[in-house]
C-alpha cells in the first residue's frame, strides 16, 4: 500500500508533515519522502530507504535543516518519492498511491519516440510516479493532465502535488476506492491519507473529498477544481485489514466496524448452529483482535490472547523479499502464554486468509504449545482474486491464493467455472474447500465471514465499495 499526508500553513509546518506521515507507517516499509517549500529556500527533498529502519529515525535530521510553509510527503511500499518534475506546466512535487497495472503499454503507446525517456529503477520498471507526472504533462494544466492520466491508468491512482506557489493540488482516484481526507486548523489545511494522522496535531475533521474530485488548497482555503464523480467504489479491505483503527472513511470507523464484523459472524454461526464450543477466543495480531473482541462478546465465549507478537524489531513479517525469511519471522514474532494454550480448545480470528503460507506454522506451534482444538476464522470472504486496483493481495498468479489453489486441487480447470459457489459455505463446493483447506492446516473448523455480514458491517451500500478480490466484480 502506501500512504500520504501534505500541509499548507501560515507557519512552519515541517514538524507537521513529519507527524503526519510517522502516523501512516503501518501502510509501507519501503520508503518515506518529503518536499517542503519555503519562499525563500524554494523546494526542499530527501528521500529514504526505510525497510530497515522506522521512518522516523531516517527523518530526524530533516527536521533541523528543512523549513517550509506548505509540503506533501509518503510512505511508499512501491516506488521512491516523492519526485520533483519540471516540464511546461512549472516545477511541482509530486506523491502518488495506487498501482498502475498497464504501465508498459503506456510507456510503449505514449513516450516510445525518441524524445523521451525515463529514469529505470533497478527492478527495469519505471517509476509509478514518474510515469504519472508523464501522463500529466501531456495536457496545457494540471488539472486536464490529472483527469488525463486517471484516464489512462488501468488500476487507482491518487495523487497529491505542490507547486512553486506553495499550493497542494489534491485528487483522489476517480472512483474513490483510496480516501483523501482533510483537516483544518487555526493555521491552515492538511490532507491525508488516514483521519487519525492530523487528530493529534490540533487539526478538526474538515473535508472528505468524494470520487475523482480535486481540490486546491492554501492556508486560506480550500477550493474545488473539479467536481467529484457520482460513482465510488472505496476499497473494503480498508476497514477489514490495512486501515488503522481509529481511523474513519466514509464516515465509518474501522475499529467499530471490526467488532461488529466479529458479532455478525458469530450471530450467523449460532442461527446455522456452526458455532464451536471453546475456552478462549482470540485474535490474530494484530488486525484481528478487535475482530476477535467482537465474536467473543456475541458468542458468550471468553476473549484472550494465548500468543503474543513481539513486534519491537519486525513490525510487519510480510515484508522481506524472500518467503522463507517471512515464514521465519512470523514464527519468531508469535510468543505462546502455554497457561492459555495447554489443553484448551481456541478459536482464532485473523483479518484475512490470503496465501496460507503462515498458517501451518501457526497451527503447528499452536499444537506444540499444547492446545487441544484450533479453530480458524477469517473476517472476511474467501480471496478469489488478486488486487488489480491497490498493492493489498496483489499476486504473480491467482494460484497464490490458498482458495484458488484449493479449488484447483479439488476440481482442476473445471472448478474455474464454479468460484461463485465455492466462496459460498452454504454450498456442497463450499463446504468442500472449508474441509479441504481444514485438512490441510489441521483445523477442527473454519469459517469466512459472508460477503453480506461484511457489508453490513462496514455500514455502505454494496455499490459502493469494491469487492473485487472476493467476487471479481468490478
Known sequence: MGGFFGVVSKQDCVEDIFFGLDYHSHLGTRCGGMVVFDQDKGFQRQIHSIDKAPFRTKFEKELAIFSGTSGIGCISDTDPQPLMIRSHLGIYGITTVGIITNAEELVNQYFSDKGHQFMAMSSGKVNSTELVAALINQKQDIVSGILHAQDMIKGSMTILIINAEGEIIAARDKVGRLPILIGKNEFGYCASFESFAFQKMGYDMFYELGPREIVRMNADGISTISPAGK???ICSFLWTYYGYPTSCYEGKNVEVMRCDNGKIMARDERERGTLPDVDYVAGVPDSGVPHAIGYANESGAEFARPFIKYTPTWSRSFMPVNQSTRNQVAK???????????DKKLLFVDDSIVRGTQLRETVDFLYASGAKEVHMRSACPPIMYGCKYLNFSSSKSEKELI??????????DEGEKHIDEYADATTERGQCMLKRICEMFKFDSLGYQS???TIEA???????LCTYCWTGKE
Open 451 to 453: 460477503l453480506k455480514g
Open 403 to 412: 482458495a484458488r489453489r484449493v479449488i484447483q486441487d479439488l476440481e482442476g
Open 332 to 342: 519468531m514474532k508469535q510468543i505462546p502464554v502455554p497457561e492459555l494454550i495447554k
Open 231 to 233: 460513482d465510488m467504489k
Open 458 to 464: 462496514i455500514g455502505l451500500d454494496e455499490s459502493q
